[in-house]
Antibody, heavy 120, light 108 residues
Framework: EVQLLESGGGLVQPGGSLRLSCAAS????????MAWARQAPGKGLQWVSS????????YYADSVKGRFTISRDNPNHMFYLQMNNLRAEDTGVYYC?????????????WGKGTTVTVSS | SYVLTQAPSVSVAPGQTARITCGGS??????VHWYQQKPGQAPIVVVY???YRPSGIPERFSGSNSGNTATLAISRVEAGDEGDYYC???????????FGGGTKVTVL
């Protein structure tokens, strides 16, 4: 089974930017969507963004629309989440996830997560 | 936006059946997925598309979806089933994912 490894988390000031990366252990077919989900400390899961297999279609939660950009580099089996204008409420663990098939399908394979802390 | 409602907690004795519900408007029209998350770990999917089990998930886990409520049932509950359980759907009206608030399962 493919494994996902996130990186790029850290401490950033409000208004700052971070780019999260997700490396897959093997090629992920363009038949599969990818997603990012997050979890604030002590809170539940929140869907953040999804991308279609080709990368042509992207989807965002209202809370991050216009600030976050999801992308994928299929030949290098890398996936990204560019986060701009970060807010305190963006703090949490960010998970990279491979879907079961299409971008709207279940979240099949999860990475271990990378922690983002937005604080001054 | 579409809202999924879960009870915050469920307690169950070992060997009994735990039922975790996920309420949503006409949820039967959507495909519901369920995830288990143990402390300090990433979630794993235990049921997808209402009632399908991924390989490696015990048959004790089952799902159903009718009317305004989807249900995850865990039969013959074991101590290792403790954790948080989340339901999840795709809201195609706005093309966004939605999670329920999560239910903490405690084995007495």
């Amino acid at each position: 089974e493919v494994q996902l490894l996130e990186s790029g988390g850290g401490l950033v000031q409000p208004g700052g930017s971070l780019r999260l990366s997700c490396a897959a252990s093997e090629f992920i077919s363009t038949s599969f969507g990818m997603a990012w989900a997050r979890q604030a400390p002590g809170k539940g899961l929140q869907w953040v963004s999804s991308i279609s297999g080709s990368g042509a279609k992207t989807y965002y939660a209202d809370s991050v629309k216009g600030r976050f950009t999801i992308s994928r580099d299929n030949p290098n089996h890398m996936f990204y989440l560019q986060m701009n204008n970060l807010r305190a409420e963006d703090t949490g663990v960010y998970y990279c996830v491979k879907t079961g098939s299409f971008y709207y399908h279940y979240l099949d394979v999860w990475g271990k997560g990378t922690t983002v802390t937005v604080s001054s | 936006s579409y809202v999924l409602t879960q009870a915050p907690s469920v307690s169950v004795a070992p060997g009994q059946t735990a039922r975790i519900t996920c309420g949503g408007s006409n949820i039967e029209k959507k495909s519901v997925h369920w995830y288990q998350q143990k402390p300090g770990q990433a979630p794993i999917v235990v049921v997808y598309d209402d009632y399908y089990r991924p390989s490696g998930i015990p048959e004790r886990f089952s799902g159903s979806n009718s009317g305004n409520t989807a249900t995850l049932a865990i039969s013959r509950v074991e101590a290792g089933d403790e954790g948080d359980y989340y339901c999840h759907v795709w809201d195609s009206s706005v093309d966004q994912g939605v999670f329920g608030g999560g239910t903490k399962v405690t084995v007495l």
